[in-house]
């Protein structure tokens, strides 16, 4: 990734919502999942070379229109794309398997974000007890 991408929003999305999850997660997404940021019908050959998406499970495409969501919003469509991932998803050959993967995506990116937010929560409160003794 070039400097450039410093100010990037997708990856600053990216980053805000590794920090809410544990050490571990955040080291499988970095070493098994690239992000790309095409813009609308830009194809995805002239964003990331097979050469530099070979060493990575999966690429996941955010778009422009995620940006105008709600930031916990967000985040959710990021874990529920790493869910499919983490679930080993491959391209659905029905409507009955594409259904049931987008069922268990959806549950296991409900787990993680319910996780993320119980952390936050834990965090908020450790600091409050911190303060006062
Ligand atoms: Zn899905």
Redesign the pocket.
């Given at each position: 990734m070039s400097d450039q991408n410093k100010e990037n929003p997708f990856i600053e999305l990216v980053n805000g919502l590794l920090e809410k999850m544990p050490p571990d997660f955040e080291e499988w997404v970095k070493k098994n999942i690239i992000f790309v940021y095409p813009k609308r019908n830009e194809n995805l050959a002239h964003k990331i070379s097979k050469h530099e998406a070979e060493p990575f499970e999966a690429i996941i495409c955010l778009f422009d229109q995620l940006l105008t969501k709600e930031k916990g919003c967000q985040e959710r469509v990021v874990l529920?794309?790493l869910a499919?991932v983490k679930l080993g998803h491959k391209t659905p050959i029905d409507e009955n398997m594409n259904q049931k993967?987008?069922v268990e995506?959806?549950d296991l990116a409900y787990c993680w974000w319910t996780e993320a937010q119980n952390r936050e929560r834990m965090r908020k409160l450790d600091n409050e007890i911190g303060q006062k003794s």
């Open positions: 529920h794309e499919h993967q987008e995506a959806q």
